[in-house]
Structures are given as C-alpha cells and as structure tokens.
C-alpha cells in the first residue's frame, strides 16, 4: 500500500524551502499602458552563463511518486503552459529525508523556481497531458541529473 502524501496550497511561504513562486498576484506591474502590463524580474538565475529553455510534456497518470531527481549545479524553472494545474513533490535539498517530502498544486496561473539541490520530479497533470516549460543550465540534462529511489510509493492526494 501506498503511503499518502497530502498535497497543499502553492504559497510564498509554504514553498519557501524549495525555491520561489514565479507569480504577480500582491505585486505591482514594472510598466503597463491600456496593452500590457509588465512584471520584470520575478525570479533570477545566478552564475550561469547560457540558460535553456525547453518544453516537456507532462503526461496523466496516477499521482504516485517512487522516485525523485535532482540538479546540484542550478536552479530549475517549471511553468505549465495554457492555464493547466499541475501537481509536483519536492524534498529541501541536502540529505535525502522522505519525511519532509511535501506535494503542491501548482495553479495554472503560477510558476516556480526551485533552489539548487531541491529534488523533485516530472509534475503530473491534473487535465489531461500539459506541457510545461522547463529553465535551467544549458545541458543539465546530459550533466546534472541523478535520480534517486524512494524507500516507498507515495500516493499524492488532492
């Protein structure tokens, strides 16, 4: 059997262990006329020289999680495109600790940057297969990445 993993509310402060939200609600446009308005600088990335940009799919499946990566060199951006929810599981960085594990749902309308050494995994959509943004390090990919098995499955419930 699986063990739950309660999923909450996307906040500043409940998130704040894992990175920041990318999101304008409570802020103040940088500039704007009657066409647009403009949030500069919502998050930034420190000491990368080239930053990709990429897109991945997010496919529907079950909310369970077994295992998690991981980028010890970067920041990684995660922005679902087109409006859609989706649900991801993080633990701080540092020591793997399966007990501080915490799931959010990341409103449509929000973004994230996580901090260097966070682990976390491929978001699971909550309407159908949802494509994301994805930022960080050029070739993280290929140089940075380290899964790592959990001791259980985690069932995410909303």
């Keep these: 059997m699986a063990k739950k993993l309660q999923v909450i509310e996307l906040t500043e402060e409940s998130f704040k262990e894992f990175g920041q939200v ?58 679902a495109l087109g409006g859609g929810d989706v649900i991801a599981a993080f633990a701080p960085a540092g020591e793997l600790d399966e007990s501080k594990i915490k799931a959010f749902r990341i409103p449509g309308n929000k973004g994230i940057v996580l901090n260097v050494g966070v682990r976390h995994f491929i978001p699971y959509p909550l309407n159908g297969d949802t494509y994301c943004v994805i930022i960080f390090k050029h070739a993280t990919g290929a140089n940075d990445l380290v899964f790592e098995h959990l001791s259980d499955v985690y069932e995410m419930v909303i």
């Design 22 to 79: 990318i999101t304008t609600e409570g802020k103040t446009p940088d500039a704007g006329d009657e066409n647009f308005d403009w949030f500069e600088k919502l998050s930034a990335f420190q000491g990368i020289d080239t930053v990709s940009v990429n897109i991945l799919t997010c496919k529907q499946r079950p909310f369970h999680l077994d295992r998690l990566e991981v980028h010890k060199e970067t920041n990684e951006a995660v922005i």
